[in-house]
């Protein structure tokens, strides 16, 4: 719906004017749902405003990191208290060593963590490290997950699993993925043929445990049970890409989880971001110690960065962190964002719609399918044309989800029960539409 003093218009021309696209991150060009995005101008609690003052009830949150809502009073304080303070060093600050303690308090997996400035760095470098300490060079990568733009992880399955990946940007030269594996996610027999075939020479497999970057798809727990197998097996490392999921689904990350269902279970690698900069670029990435310890200063893994840890990022991380860790937090986090997708399956059954969804912590996905997919090539079954009514039918009624079906959706603690209803009440009125369409 386009407004007769609709003000998103003009600035998505001047913007288109200067900076590829109108955007500095491709899916905020509603490029997949069509239309003129959104240009926003403030955000208070679980909701943003956009140019024309238009209020919605924001689903995205930044892409995750807003657990807390927009503009929580504790975190403004923090980061206004650092502001005063400096704002770079390029020095260590006490700052950076209680965020690490706030975050290895956590994550018992992890016994030393680097700090970065965004998941990409944090990704790349982890597998760098996980090269570097193992003295190989292949990682396999699963189908449909998203670890940053790395050039490496730029790519797609070859034809068979003797030949590796081809890549999805151009750019990247083909020796640069010519040592990265794709395999289907949740495909236990795919990956034991691939370790079978390859295993002496994979430095690692990265993967995000519960997959949102295919909006919402859990590792199953005989695909990570034998993951890790594998990885001990053949001396290769397990790395969970925790970008999206840490902090996020659970105190202490999608793998506190697993290892409640799998005895013993631990990532050699975590890769952070997100939530742990709490809207900040603050990203990390961190394991056991005799791995760490091959990060250049004190090993031959080169890695580094100007504003690695910066002061304002920290506090904005560590005031987040604190109030993430009140006890109870997660627990009403989870039945809310439950309580959502419990709200939208009725309302779409109530209206003849096939849609099913799941939730852990704060973290949700929903399909326009009879069914939860499991990889990727399921995720893709999902009808497009369908989502983009949908998506476009929420936008004008002041709900924003993510611009892309492949996308997971969040929920923040500043989200009421009255957001929840009127997004469900939104919802429903779509769905009929949808289903008279
Ligand atoms: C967002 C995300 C990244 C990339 O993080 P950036 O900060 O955008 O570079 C990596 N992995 C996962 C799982 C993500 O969700």
Same mark, same amino acid.
């Given at each position: 719906m386009t407004l007769p003093t609709d003000l998103n218009a003009p600035l998505f021309d001047r913007a288109k004017a200067l900076i590829p696209g109108g955007? *500095? =991150?491709?899916? $905020? #060009?509603? $490029?997949?749902? &069509?239309g003129t995005p959104r240009f926003i101008t403030r955000g208070q609690g679980a909701y943003i405003w956009d140019a024309n003052g238009q209020r919605f009830i924001d689903y995205i949150g930044s892409w995750g990191p807003m657990i807390l809502g927009h503009g929580h009073p504790a975190v403004l304080q923090a980061v206004h208290k650092a502001i005063g303070e400096g704002l770079s060093f390029g020095a260590p600050t006490e700052r950076e060593v209680e965020l690490a303690e706030a975050i290895l308090r956590h994550l018992p997996s992890m016994e030393m963590l680097r700090l970065v400035s965004s998941g990409t760095e944090a990704g790349m470098s982890a597998i760098r490290l996980a090269r570097g300490a193992t003295g190989r060079s292949k990682i396999i990568k699963f189908n449909g997950?998203?670890? &940053?733009? #790395?050039d490496a992880l730029l790519v797609k399955a070859g034809s068979g699993l003797a030949t590796f990946g081809h890549a999805t =940007?151009? &750019?990247?030269?083909e020796v640069v993925v010519q040592d990265t594996l794709v395999l289907e996610y949740n495909d236990v027999a795919q990956l034991e043929e691939a370790f079978a075939l390859h295993g002496a020479s994979i430095a690692c497999v990265i993967m995000e445990p519960i997959a949102g970057n295919m909006n919402f798809v859990r590792a199953s727990i005989p695909f990570m049970r034998r993951a890790r197998e594998l990885c001990t097996r053949h001396g290769a490392l397990l790395i969970l890409d925790?970008?999206?999921t840490g902090f996020r689904v659970a105190l202490g990350g999608a793998q506190s989880l697993y290892a409640q269902a799998i005895p013993g279970f631990e990532p050699d690698l975590t890769v952070l971001g997100k939530v742990i900069g709490g809207g900040m670029p603050l990203a990390a990435f961190g394991g056991k110690r005799a791995v760490m310890e091959q990060l250049a200063p004190l090993g031959p893994v080169y890695q580094a960065g100007t504003? =690695? &840890? *910066?002061p304002v990022a920290t506090a904005c991380g560590l005031a987040t962190l604190r109030e993430v860790a009140q006890p109870g937090f997660y627990e009403a986090l989870a039945r809310r964002t439950r309580s959502l997708i419990e709200g939208l399956a009725q309302a779409a059954r109530a209206e003849g719609v096939a849609l099913c969804g799941d939730s852990e912590g704060g973290m949700m996905g929903f399909f326009l399918l009879p069914e939860l997919p499991r990889d990727y090539p399921a995720v893709l079954r999902s009808d497009g044309a369908r989502f983009n009514r949908l998506f476009h039918g929420l936008l004008d009624r002041g709900v924003y989800i #993510?611009? #892309?079906?492949?996308e997971a959706g969040f929920v923040s603690a500043a989200h009421t029960a009255e957001d929840v209803e009127a997004t469900v009440a939104a919802a429903r009125k779509v769905f009929a539409q949808l289903a008279a369409q």
């Open positions: 955007v *500095n =991150s491709p899916v $905020r #060009a509603f $490029r997949a749902v &069509g997950c998203y670890h &940053g733009h #790395a =940007s151009a &750019g990247v030269p925790e970008v999206m504003l =690695s &840890g *910066n #993510a611009p #892309a079906l492949y």
